[in-house]
């Protein structure tokens, strides 16, 4: 595991209290991209707040990852429109395809995956968004070609 | 859940936690008092008192689930919900506070009803294989059910399907067995002050785990085992040894060993529905027997054997110089919470083994020779309060030249189990006393079990040492008691000593951070991990009897009160140990075998 550096933020918050929980790792999410167990430890002693509490509150939000992101990140929408149109089979078979389940990093580091609750766009459900792209319409096949195209790009 | 529960009232009252037995608001006599209508009857209550407990002195019984005594409430589990007339919905009594005027009903369709429900609601994915858990018959989940006439499955819901955390030497977790009530998760800060485990996630994904939802054994776990006293189902228990000492009765080439914990015979009784208090030292030894074991030691014996040690050690310290306060050593959640949070203390901590590891290393070392028997083939059970002795006995240290000092423990849990397994009833059997060489025990060993029995066992060894007299009253009563904290100042013979008493470590915790802030008045200091000590421990009967702690201790200072041998220091089979075998206190021998060192742990989560 990758050691991270999160003195910057330490220092930014000195002398706060444990109300500086969540604002602290947000700002550790935003620049990690992901809490990681030494910043959570980190993050613990500085507010003086048990790590279990610290993991406890980080885990009840849907906002905090705790493996580092792949180089593509692939958020699987799993709202209630997308849900309609199948989307629950594109999360299974982009699972099986990664080996990882979702909050997870493949090994390789290339893909990693989230599921969200609605992106935004229901009209084009069921919908991926990869990186930054949205992808419509997406079918079980098409997810799959999806993967492939982006595995080819990180690997050229 | 359920019909119109209402959760929007609880957040008016705050409480004071305290550790005190004493019911809330008992002593405020002068409170203003409160008139309210309960099940149509008029009551008086004092003010600052929560609905259930006025329910409780008015003799009605709600049923609760997440309610811990003396404890925040949560108002999580919604049990014990009452309709209250003018509310929105149903409030919870547990943690909403009573006011002139208002009028409630404990037992009302409507509030039986939503109990129900939420009773079928936490069945609906809970595992259902009451016929092989741990705590069949002993279950609070499993109780309500019952009380409450659930016979149909109304929610079939997907069952809880988590992994056994059996990591830990000491507790086993089954989360799938987890209602999450989360009453292990307030005793683990709020008395113990370890926080090891929380809620993770959220919603229907809700575990209660460890940092990083790990396994508890590279926690912050002090296996103190008071999470597995207060869950109210199977989620939660003891590593059994059982299996192990069958096995180890059963093979003809052993010599089974056992000694047991000065707090075991105020305890066991309970588990064979008698009244606590009882003391069953000699019913135990007869039916420890009859299971097959070969000989009955009493780890009160040992318990002389520290004070002789431990008192020699803070004689040493006070006269020639040593680190000052000297902290007791007896307790290992203690141990290894110093260990993981006061490092810089542990040279404070008396290098002392517990009383327990004491009898273990001479059963093995002086017992064999005596008896010519191979320290390999002797196996050496002990019972205790407690699970975190599991975890001591597991400790390399505790071993020499391969061969641990203590083979395997049980809980007063366990053995009742073991004794009911074995087909011995308890209740047709005569009473037989212990046997030599470590059957003799004082009564300063017996009360080691209640938080303050150290102190006074070793004020009274120290003073004799010190002074070469007896104390003209042996009896040091401002040590005794269920107090958090308690401190005395005691005058030997010029010199005053000043003592301080905690059990519970969120108690610890505070006298520790008045010696990190640079207080200086004290010489010795009594932890014991557990609120009230052994009596309490983790490995003791569930109970819900309120009167249960309160009885258990009463029973220890009767012996001690009763009882002529009341001094370590003239236990006979202590001078005798000392002149055959180990010298003299703190000799070579006895650092060879009765001491011994900590580590540092600070790089647990």
């Known amino acids: 595991m990758s050691s991270v550096d999160i003195s910057n933020i330490v220092a930014k918050y000195s002398g706060a209290g444990r109300d500086a929980l969540i604002p602290m790792l947000q700002d550790v999410q935003q620049q990690d991209g ?8 980190a993050i613990s002693k500085h507010l003086n707040i048990p790590p279990s509490k610290v993991y406890g509150v980080a885990t009840f ?6 493996n580092a992101p792949g180089k593509v990140h692939i958020q699987v929408c799993r709202g209630t429109a997308c849900h309609v149109k199948g989307s629950s089979a594109v999360l299974d078979v982009i699972q099986r395809m990664l080996d990882i389940e979702a909050g997870e990093t493949t090994k390789d580091g290339v893909f990693s995956l989230e599921v969200v609750a609605c992106i935004g766009a229901c009209g084009l459900a069921p919908l991926i968004c990869c990186d930054g792209e949205f992808h419509a319409g997406v079918t079980t096949a098409k997810a799959e070609r999806i993967i492939k195209q982006y595995r080819k790009k990180v690997e050229a | 859940m359920g019909e119109g529960v209402d959760s929007g009232h609880t957040q008016r009252l705050t409480f004071t936690p305290t550790l005190s037995l004493e019911g809330r608001g008992g002593k405020e006599k002068d409170r203003p008092v409160v008139k309210l209508t309960i099940n149509n009857r008029d009551v008086e209550a004092q003010e600052g008192q929560t609905i259930l407990d006025v329910l409780k002195a008015e003799g009605v019984k709600v049923p609760t689930l997440c309610h811990v005594k003396n404890l925040v409430p949560t108002g999580a589990c919604r049990m014990c919900v009452v309709e209250l007339e003018g509310a929105r919905g149903l409030v919870p009594a547990c943690a909403y506070p009573i006011n002139n005027g208002m009028k409630i009903q404990t037992h009302s369709a409507r509030v039986i009803k939503a109990r129900k429900t939420i009773i079928e609601l936490l069945l609906s994915n809970h595992p259902d294989d009451c016929l092989y858990c741990v705590r069949n018959t002993n279950c609070e989940l499993q109780t309500l059910a019952e009380q409450h006439g659930v016979r149909d499955r109304r929610y079939t819901g997907v069952k809880n399907n988590h992994h056994v955390d059996a990591s830990s030497p000491s507790v086993v977790r089954d989360p799938a067995k987890c209602i999450l009530c989360g009453r292990c998760v307030r005793v683990c800060e709020e008395i113990q002050n370890v926080a090891c485990i929380d809620f993770i996630g959220r919603g229907a994904d809700t575990v209660i785990g460890t940092t990083f939802n790990e396994g508890l054994n590279t926690s912050t776990c002090i296996n103190c085992g008071q ?15 059982i299996k192990e000492v069958v096995a180890a009765l059963d093979d003809p080439g052993k010599v089974v060993v056992c000694q047991h914990a000065p707090s075991i015979s105020v305890t066991l009784a309970e588990e064979f529905g008698m009244k606590p208090g009882v003391d069953v030292d000699g019913i135990m ?10 000989r009955v030691f009493d780890t009160s014996f040992s318990a002389d054997l520290t004070i002789m040690e431990e008192g020699s050690e803070l004689v040493h310290r006070l006269t020639k110089g040593g680190k000052i306060p000297m902290m007791t050593s007896c307790s290992p959640g203690w141990i290894k919470y110093v260990e993981q949070f006061y490092p810089e203390f542990r040279e404070n901590v008396s290098s002392c083994k517990s009383p327990q590891q004491m009898l273990g290393a001479v059963i093995k070392s002086y017992f064999a020779e005596n008896q010519k028997i191979n320290p390999k083939e002797i ?19 505790m071993a020499r030249n391969g061969i641990p000092d203590v083979d395997a423990v049980l809980t007063t849990r366990e053995l009742a189990q073991l004794i009911r397994l074995r087909g011995v009833d308890m209740m047709a059997l005569d009473p037989e006393g212990p046997d030599t060489p470590f059957g003799t025990r004082s009564t300063a060993g017996k009360i080691f079990g209640a938080s303050g029995g150290v102190m006074e066992a070793a004020l009274r060894s120290a003073y004799f040492l010190i002074t070469g007299e007896e104390l003209s009253d042996l009896n040091v009563k401002a040590v005794r008691g269920f107090d958090g904290i308690k401190e005395a100042k005691v005058d030997i013979k010029g010199t005053t000593v000043g003592v301080a008493v905690a059990s519970g470590l969120e108690n610890a915790k505070t006298i520790m951070e008045q010696l990190r802030n640079g207080r200086d008045d004290l010489h010795f200091i009594e932890i014991m991990t557990c609120p009230g000590g052994c009596i309490c421990g983790g490995g003791q009967p569930h109970t819900h009897n309120p009167e249960a702690a309160r009885n258990r201790m009463k029973a220890l200072y009767k012996l001690d009160r009763d009882e002529k041998l009341r001094t370590s220091h003239s236990n006979a089979g202590i001078q005798r140990l000392y002149k055959e075998f180990l010298g003299e206190p703190l000799g070579h021998k006895s650092h060879e075998l009765l001491h011994t060192h900590y580590v540092d742990r600070t790089d647990v989560n």
């Open chain 2, 227 to 241: 999470c597995v006293v207060a869950c109210p189902t199977g989620a939660l228990h003891e590593q059994s040894h």
């Open chain 2, 285 to 294: 030894t007869a039916a420890l027997r009859r299971m097959g074991f070969d």
């Open chain 1, 34 to 41: 992901y809490l990681s167990r030494d910043s959570i430890i």
């Open chain 2, 379 to 397: 196996y050496s059970v002990s019972i205790m309060p407690c699970t975190a002795k599991k975890f001591e006995a597991e400790r390399p240290e």
């Open chain 1, 61 to 66: 939000y849907n906002q905090f990852r705790f």
